[in-house]
């Protein structure tokens, strides 16, 4: 017999995803342990774990591999050649489908570029701003920066300076973040700044003394910030960043402030949920008419009349790292709206993590 720890590293299953496909009836261990709820596997069973994993990635649902599995070890398997190669032909379609809308939005596309006047990024600014701000800005959004090379606007914070108000932003599209510094010295048109991550990360370490007063300075393409008699520079990313203020128009939802050392325990010991199809262990979170937060279990009900929303727990974690305090407000609205982590003292620094849809 193998256990679940075992059976999970030689199959590419995580455990959490064991447990789903259990619950799910999909791939049921073998043995139970009635005490520790400990699952065991046989030996069988790790052949059938790895062609799970491998028509989960891709993208099999769970009803046909049910079907699948309880036909592999048969004699007569002209269903298992059937519903792979259904499932083959809806991949087929739904490429076709998709490359047949891509080239419609490509043209849309081409078309907009030629009217669209895009925010100035050539614009000099100088702005001082309390380092204290500013330190506490980067923090609140440097976890939510990609590193995903395909995505190179991605990789860095972009700085909006506008008015009294400088704006930091970072996304990896599952998640976006603003922080909020005020400015002084800033009387000309909005500017915007992509900060890649490396200078931003040198940015901070210029700021860890936080009481002095630092020096913001955007000019032919570069960015540089003085703190004291101390200075760090480089080129801005040559990309365009998204509009992050149409992002972060939402539907107002259930509000409830937190303890974030005890939600955080709840978050690390409490349930987690395998997504369809596997991948980061996801917390259920409900929220209550007056105002009580609970992360859900699999048999638990939807609370006081709320939805519940599913997220990556590794991401509201570092959303809560980011937050800066004891305690934060976690607004949730639809299960597809974002959950939106809001310190308690500014309403304009926060993050949003995107919803993980479960299976019903």
């Known amino acids: 017999m193998r256990s679940i720890g075992e059976t999970a590293r030689d199959s590419g299953l995580g455990v959490s995803a064991l447990r789903f496909y259990d619950r799910s009836g999909v791939l049921v261990p073998d043995r139970v342990d009635p005490v520790s709820g400990y699952r065991w ?3 069988e069973q790790l052949e059938e774990a790895r062609l799970l994993a491998r028509l989960r990635r891709a993208g099999m649902p769970l009803a ?40 419609a939005v490509r043209a849309l596309l081409a078309h907009r570029e030629k009217t669209m006047t895009s925010i100035r990024t050539d614009a000099a600014a100088r702005v001082d701003v309390p380092g204290a701000g500013l330190a506490a800005a980067l923090d609140a959004v440097r976890f939510a920066a ?10 860095g ?8 108000a400088l704006r930091v932003v970072a996304t990896d599209r599952y998640r976006l973040a603003v922080g909020h510094a005020v400015t002084a010295g800033h009387d000309g048109p909005r500017v915007q700044v992509i900060v890649p991550s490396p200078l931003a990360d040198a940015m901070r370490a210029l700021l860890a003394d936080g ?14 910030l003085e703190a004291g008699d101390r200075q760090t520079a480089g080129r801005c990313l040559d990309h365009d960043f998204p509009d992050y203020r149409r992002l972060v128009r ?22 987690v ?25 699999d048999g638990d009900g939807d609370g006081d009349g709320g939805d519940r929303v599913a997220v990556n727990r590794e991401f509201l974690l570092d959303a809560l790292a980011a937050g800066g305090g004891e305690r934060v407000v976690l607004e949730l609205g639809a299960p597809t709206a974002p959950l939106a982590v809001r310190r308690t003292d500014s309403e304009e620094t926060f993050s949003l993590l995107m919803p993980v849809r479960l299976e019903s």
Do not use: K, N
């Open 41 to 43: 596997y046989g030996p």
């Open 64 to 103: 046909d591999i049910r079907l699948v599995l309880a036909g592999w070890s048969g004699e007569d398997t002209v269903l298992v050649r059937q519903l792979l190669r259904a499932h083959l032909r809806r991949l087929e379609a739904g490429l076709a489908d998709a490359r047949s809308e891509f080239s």
């Open 146 to 155: 990609s590193a995903d090379p395909e995505l190179p606007m991605l990789g």
């Open 157 to 164: 914070v972009l700085f909006d300076i506008e008015g009294d």
């Open 211 to 224: 009481d002095t007063s630092a020096r913001l300075t955007v000019e032919d393409g570069r960015v540089a």
């Open 250 to 271: 939402l539907p107002a939802g259930r509000r409830a402030v937190v303890d974030v050392p005890a939600f955080r325990e709840a978050l690390e010991t409490g349930p």
């Open 273 to 297: 949920r395998e997504r369809d199809g596997g991948g980061a262990d996801l917390s259920v979170l409900a929220v209550t008419a007056d105002g009580v937060v609970s992360v859900c279990g």
